[in-house]
């Protein structure tokens, strides 16, 4: 795939070059998508309902003022790996495959379930196009700056999937390592500190230090700095994806600290021991927000005081558009921690409820309207097709028509107040699906005007919730489950759902053998297919099984093959070890023979360990034995 975009390079930069002189304006516009871990939507000072956050962040909300904030932003799943993937690919995670974190590897069942998760693949693989794929062939420099988490081996990195520079070390949000802690890890202004504190002030203000306090010095944030300032001259796309706020909960800002310490109204840490108390009263946390708070001014004041050699007379701030948001919904409880309150919202991290992901979302940049909220459906998936359109780039049809989320720009530069698709017919639904950890939150959901839908996977059965009535908020905390009272509301939403679970061929939750024991399960346990020959020959590499006659029909077989890093030989000459990180399992077809009885497939070179994967009629899993390759 990549040796057919190179081809394509020159002759789209011609037809953008023809096109572009109809456009009002000549150049193409910077994008940064400011992209957070785990940041929740009653984080910041942009969506208080209830009670406000105590966490300060004016660079945020200053944000807000010069742009959009959109209240009825949502990831694309509730969890880091799969948010990521959609948004680069602009594919849904069920197209990625992409659906949880840490994939590509044996499906397991969860602890205290009996069912097992769908295998799905650790990240991005070359055949997936992404933002900054299509950015570069429009000639854009593109950078990423922070965390990547959608892929390890050489072939999934960022430099592979189109990014021209990348630093994705964890910066200041790197936790003290033993014996050390997050009491005694404080950042000092000492010169030979890593994390030097800086000679400049900023907020907040305190008794202490009424001009500001100092902040540890943080590479991703100067690594972005770098990156902005080295690509001026010619258009840039930044994908500044932080570290922040995911765990560690820790702070390297003794003073910052001390802050949110007074503000709650506690007194400083003493002990390095869990934060239990409720709600939004962790300091630890509070610090973590406020400095990517300040992370986001750093890059909002580089904007605003460097001119742009593209445009003279105007600030980069001027004529880029920044999108600021975060991969899910907050994580509620991390290490013994209890970290933030996602209340009115239900549940956080790792759930498809509103808490697990809603999210903060502004954009901000030329044209668009200032200190303007909108209440419009929004999904991370619309990011893609939407920086194309506001970049003036064009990409290979075959990538642009299997985008999964509508170009907003009608909402961003129009004012209006619906997003439309290619058709100009409304939106009229987002959906997601979570087949994964524990049975109850194993499901998928839709969100479809003021309604929200759920498709319970192990019970089987559909909850409704009316979040909003009229536009006012009815059950924003889905407490009551509405389904029974409306059951044409239901079959609707339902029919929607379970289309989109069908065109997309989502994956779903499979019985474990080893977990059936009861009378009822019995019988289906002892028909489950049985593996009676296994066989693999070194000059052909052709694998096979063979199943006993008489058991239930197999109606999805696969083999799961690792691939694995190239290892580089230690001094003394013996092979290094491999580490988690240096290898995933990916999915290949398997041949039938016309009984199904008999499975084939050959083992691609390079594998290292493969196996077979059925599903029978009852949705049980059976696994081969897994065989190493030397």
């Not at 997050?182 to 001009?211: G, I, M, Q, V, W």
């Not at 209440?375 to 028509?401: G, M, R, W």
């Not at 909003?468 to 509301?489: M, T």
Request: aromatic content about 10%; hydrophobic content about 30%.
């Amino acid at each position: 795939m990549k040796s057919l975009l190179s081809t394509l390079v020159i002759l789209l930069c011609f037809s953008n070059c023809g096109m572009s002189q109809n456009k009002k304006d000549l150049t193409k516009p910077n994008i940064i998508i400011f992209y957070v871990d785990d940041l929740g939507w009653q984080d910041t000072e942009l969506n208080n309902l209830d009670e406000p956050s105590p966490w300060e962040t004016p660079n945020i909300s200053q944000l807000a003022d010069n742009g959009l904030n959109f209240t009825n932003a949502y990831s694309p799943a509730p969890t880091c790996a799969p948010s990521r993937a959609a948004l680069l690919s602009g594919l849904h995670p069920t197209k990625t495959g992409v659906t949880h974190v840490s994939g590509g590897k044996i499906p397991t069942s969860a602890r205290r379930s009996n069912y097992i998760a769908p295998f799905y693949p650790k990240g991005l693989m070359p055949e997936h196009f992404t933002i900054a794929e299509a950015l570069k062939m429009n000639g854009y420099k593109t950078g990423h700056v922070g965390k990547w988490h959608v892929g390890t081996l050489n072939i999934q990195k960022s430099k592979q999937q189109g990014f021209d520079f990348a630093y994705e070390s964890r910066g200041a949000h790197q936790g003290p390592k033993k014996p050390k802690n997050r009491l005694t890890d404080f950042a000092t202004h000492d010169k030979s500190d890593a994390y030097r504190l800086s000679d400049e002030k900023y907020p907040p203000f305190t008794k202490a230090s009424p001009n500001g306090i100092s902040y540890p010095k943080d590479m991703v944030t100067e690594k972005a700095l770098e990156f902005i300032t080295s690509n001026k001259d010619e258009p840039f796309f930044l994908y500044l994806a932080h570290w922040l706020v995911h765990a560690p909960i820790h702070t390297k800002n003794k003073e910052l600290l001390q802050y949110y310490s007074d503000k709650l109204g506690i007194d400083f840490p003493k002990e390095d021991i869990p934060i239990r108390t409720e709600g939004q009263t962790n300091p630890f946390y509070g610090s973590m927000v406020t400095t990517l708070d300040w992370s986001l001014g750093r890059v909002v004041d580089l904007l605003k005081t460097t001119d742009d050699p593209r445009n003279p007379g105007k600030k980069l701030y001027e004529t880029t558009y920044i999108i600021f948001s975060s991969d899910n919904g907050g994580v509620e409880k991390a290490n013994g921690d209890i970290v933030t309150d996602n209340f009115p919202l239900d549940e956080g991290k790792k759930y498809a409820q509103e808490g697990g992901i809603r999210v903060p979302l502004v954009i901000s940049g030329p044209n668009i309207p200032k200190g303007k909220t909108e209440d419009v459906l929004i999904n991370q998936l619309d990011f893609f097709p939407t920086i194309l359109n506001l970049t003036n780039s064009e990409i290979p049809a075959k990538y642009s028509a299997n985008l999964d989320g509508l170009d907003i720009s009608n909402v961003l530069l129009n004012n209006e107040n619906v997003v439309k698709n290619n058709t100009g017919e409304p939106r009229e639904a987002l959906w997601w699906h979570f087949p994964h950890n524990q049975d109850h939150q194993m499901q998928s959901a839709i969100r479809h005007g003021d309604y929200k839908l759920y498709k319970n996977h192990i019970k089987g059965n559909y909850e409704l919730y009316r979040l909003y009535k009229d536009g006012e908020r009815e059950d924003l905390e889905e407490k009551f489950d509405i389904a029974s009272q409306n059951p044409e509301v239901v079959k609707e939403l339902s029919t929607r759902l379970e289309k989109y679970l069908t065109d997309n061929n989502a994956q779903f939750p499979y019985k474990n053998p080893s977990k059936f024991k009861s009378e009822e399960d019995r019988e289906d346990v002892a028909s489950i297919p049985v593996i009676i020959n296994e066989s693999f020959d070194t000059d052909s590499r052709k694998a096979s099984i063979t199943l006993a006659k008489g058991k239930t029909k197999v109606i999805e077989p696969y083999a799961l093959v690792k691939l694995a890093k190239k290892l580089r030989r230690k001094k003394n000459g013996k092979t290094r070890k491999y580490g988690k990180h240096d290898t995933t399992f990916i999915k290949i077809p398997l041949d039938s023979s016309k009984n199904n009885l008999e499975y084939t497939f050959t083992v691609p070179e390079g594998i290292i360990e493969y196996g077979v994967i059925l599903i029978d009629e009852n949705r049980f899993m059976v696994q081969s034995e897994f065989h190493k390759i030397n």
